[in-house]
């Protein structure tokens, strides 16, 4: 690891917009889209679960949240093994009961979800009025009032992650790893929409570096997202909220939804967090804002990326 370990307190300095960002007005400003975004979650409501649902029921019904997105790990320690598993009360359906909540669920899948029934959160999604997983990888393209399209491309990544080839309980052994690489590279070429924006589970890049890198994404991953313009890549896996930007892709990880893990000191331009937490995120036609907020409610950072040519 690089760096040292910060307590959670004294992370907090590092809280200052960094990377020439600038801070978004408290204001909204015009049509907008608005939506949340949590992941590595479910535990029963325990490891402030629950305090972090409720607090971003509150910030969903400020913003009008139009929907959720939940970036993978959404039942540990196994996943789920059936769509009848009470889990699916206890994790998900009597945690997140604000009614701002109530919206689309738009769901990918973490390594926890492939130890248990992946096929049974996809058909979860035809008993839920929410819960949207309608295949391991995806995409949705949402349009703002004023006719901005912004594309989302939702990822399975535990198949590339090579430490899953020795980790069986891992059920992600011979996956087709080629295919969605290809398919992302179609679906990015031949996307019209001004804003391009990729989920994953599985980070390429943290504040951390090196450890916790991947390698095996970025391998894949980066030359696409860096060649048709993908504006951010978000991701869970990590239990923290960071924010790094590499040749002008910028990686959010927002993988605080319950247990949290220690982060390194953020370097200059860059922001870690261990507070338990979830992120708001805001799209119009020229900018692109986002805010982390922790399980106190309060907001630890806010960025916002331009539009590229
Ligand atoms: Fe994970």
């Not at 993988?255 to 390194?264: L, Q």
Request: glycine residues 10%; charged residues 20%; contains cysteine.
């Amino acid at each position: 690891m690089i760096g040292s370990t910060l307590s959670r307190r004294s992370l907090l300095l590092g809280a200052a917009p960094a990377m020439g960002l600038v801070t978004l007005p408290a204001q909204a400003r015009g049509p907008s889209l608005d939506f949340v975004v949590i992941g590595d979650w479910g535990r029963d409501g325990q490891s402030r679960q629950r305090e972090v649902a409720q607090r971003m029921g509150g910030s969903a019904a400020a913003i009008g949240s139009r929907f959720v997105i939940s970036v993978g790990d959404n039942f540990y320690e196994d996943g789920v093994g059936s769509v009848a598993d009470p889990q699916w009360q206890s994790s998900f359906e009597r945690i997140y009961t604000d009614p701002a909540l109530m919206t689309p669920w738009h769901v990918i899948l973490g390594n926890h979800d492939y130890q248990g029934d992946v096929a049974a959160q996809i058909a979860y999604s035809t008993t839920s009025q929410r819960w949207s997983l309608p295949a391991p990888y995806y995409t949705r393209t949402e349009t703002l009032a004023d006719g901005t399209s912004v594309a989302f491309f939702f990822l399975d990544t535990s198949r590339y992650i090579l430490e899953y080839l020795r980790r069986p309980k891992v059920r992600v052994r011979g996956q087709d790893k080629q295919a969605q690489i290809d398919w992302l590279e179609r679906a990015l070429a031949t996307s019209t929409a001004a804003w391009k924006i990729v989920v994953g589970h599985h980070q390429l890049y943290t504040v951390t570096g090196q450890e916790h890198d991947y390698p095996e994404m970025i391998g894949p991953f980066k030359p696409l997202l860096d060649r048709y313009g993908v504006h951010a890549y978000i991701n869970g896996h990590e239990h923290n909220l960071e924010h790094i930007a590499v040749d002008g892709v910028h990686y959010i990880t927002c993988g605080a939804g319950s247990a949290t893990s220690p982060v390194v000191a953020p370097p200059p331009g860059q922001f870690a967090s261990d507070h338990h937490g979830f992120m708001t995120m805001r799209l119009e036609a020229e900018g692109l804002g986002f805010s982390f907020i922790d399980d106190a409610g309060v907001t630890l950072y806010q960025a916002a990326i331009p539009r590229r040519a």
